[in-house]
T-cell receptor, first 117, second 110 residues
């Protein structure tokens, strides 16, 4: 199946700093990528839809100035958590949408564990 | 997007068949039903997708009744490594969003 990578796999940062997470589709082009956040023992929560060449679409309640998304190419989307605080500590997962008829069309990355001290 | 309802948790023993049922009363005509598996600290992994009747692959079967208001994921002869959270999602196969529900936490015991 298609492969999606994330970098870094885990990051620890100080409160107030910004952290950038990369999501790459390694063997296909993705005009649309998605960013999710998952807290312990909870389900994935969709944060935003990343569209190549245009602005991201954020879900209700997600601050676009806090979580900056850039989708500059068909294989790369980045999520920047600006001025991170301890409550931003979470597991961030991206997925890339691959155009296909039916079957598996969305491929998930392995996730990035963010810890803000 | 149709909302899904699943049991929060299920327990099983190795070698047993596990059936996880998902309700999706508001499923739309163009919606497919997709199941994902997630292990701790990993991204979700696609298991199976179907539209109606029965679909089977090398790891699971998916049963969908005629009214499509529910679906059942069947895992034959589970092993300890099947301990995970299983999510049922509905949506157009080429649509944008996947909205995750609570999922079902399956615990397999030896």
């Amino acid at each position: 199946g298609a492969v999606v990578s994330q970098h870094p796999s885990r990051v620890i940062c100080k409160s107030g700093t910004s952290v950038k997470i990369e999501c790459r589709s390694l063997d296909f082009q993705a005009t649309t990528m998605f960013w999710y956040r998952q807290f312990p023992k909870q389900s994935l929560m969709l944060m935003a839809t990343s569209n190549e060449g245009s602005k991201a679409t954020y879900e209700q309640g997600v601050e676009k100035d806090k979580f900056l998304i850039n989708h500059a190419s068909l294989t790369l989307s980045t999520l920047t958590v600006t001025s991170a605080h301890p409550e931003d500590s979470s597991f961030y997962i991206c997925s890339a949408h691959r155009l296909a008829g039916v079957g598996e069309t969305q491929y998930f990355g392995p996730g990035t564990r963010l810890l803000v001290l | 997007l149709a909302k899904t309802t699943q049991p929060i948790s299920m327990d099983s023993y190795e070698g047993q068949e596990v059936n996880i049922t998902c309700s999706h009363n508001n499923i739309a005509t163009n919606d497919y039903i997709t199941w994902y598996q997630q292990f701790p600290s990993q991204g979700p992994r696609f298991i199976i997708q179907g539209y109606k009747t029965k679909v089977t692959n090398e790891v699971a079967s998916l049963f969908i009744p005629a009214d499509r208001k529910s679906s059942t994921l069947s895992l034959p002869r589970v092993s300890l490594s099947d301990t995970a959270v299983y999510y049922c999602l509905v949506g157009e196969t080429n649509t944008d969003k996947l909205i995750f529900g609570t999922g079902t936490r399956l615990q397999v015991f030896p």
